[in-house]
């Protein structure tokens, strides 16, 4: 008989199965691994057992999660509208599961600062990528071009700028909470 545990119930089942699968593991393997009978851990995946608090415990612990996650509702509303800010060409989503980080989009006409007092330095890290153009990006004493569909990731501590080389050219970045900030002081992306 099928337990009826509500939406909640039947979310974390698929989500314990799913998570067994994209290891590639067999009901055997992630039994093992949580200390439990493979003829336990299918019903639970199948809705025939109760979900045990010490069960799940020990489930989060194989499959290398956390009890919130396992257990996290979906969440309602998915979709991000952009921050948008004209003036210095870009827009900005935050990301709700880490609050401090947000994804940025920019584009960019300038070529990077001639001045090295014009770099900036502050701590976090920054991931971008060149949707297209051609970017450079001054980091330190080097002095990196980063063209359409390739990442640079780095540590912001370096002094650093970025712009356009040879026409305009789009970013995506991904700035920390830290990051984040120190180019909110900057004005620049």
């Known amino acids: ?30 039994a093992t691994r949580a200390k439990l009978s493979q003829s336990t851990l299918s019903r639970i995946e199948n809705g025939r057992r109760r979900l045990a608090l010490d069960q799940l415990v020990a489930l989060a612990r194989a499959l290398d999660t956390s009890l919130d996650q396992l257990v996290e509702t979906a969440a309602d509303d998915v979709v ?10 870009l827009m900005r989503w935050p990301m709700k599961a880490d609050p401090g980080t947000s994804v940025v989009r920019r584009r960019m006409t300038d070529p990077p600062p001639d001045s090295p007092s014009r770099m900036r330095a502050h701590p976090g890290r920054e991931w971008l990528v060149v949707l297209s153009g051609t970017a450079v990006l001054l980091l330190g004493n080097r002095r990196i071009r980063v063209e359409t569909n390739q990442a640079v990731e780095f540590p912001t501590m370096l002094p650093h700028a970025i712009g356009a080389e040879g026409g305009p050219c789009e970013i995506l970045g991904i700035f920390d909470r830290d990051a984040r900030r120190g180019h909110q002081r ?3 992306a």
Not at 3 to 28: F, H
Not at 80 to 89: K, R, V, W
């Open 1 to 30: 008989m099928t337990q009826d545990g509500g939406e909640m119930d039947s979310l974390v089942r698929k989500r314990i199965r799913a998570l067994r699968v994209a290891q590639g593991w067999t009901l055997e393997e992630l």
């Open 80 to 89: 991000t509208s952009p921050m948008i800010d004209a003036a210095h060409g």
């Open 186 to 188: 900057g004005d620049d």
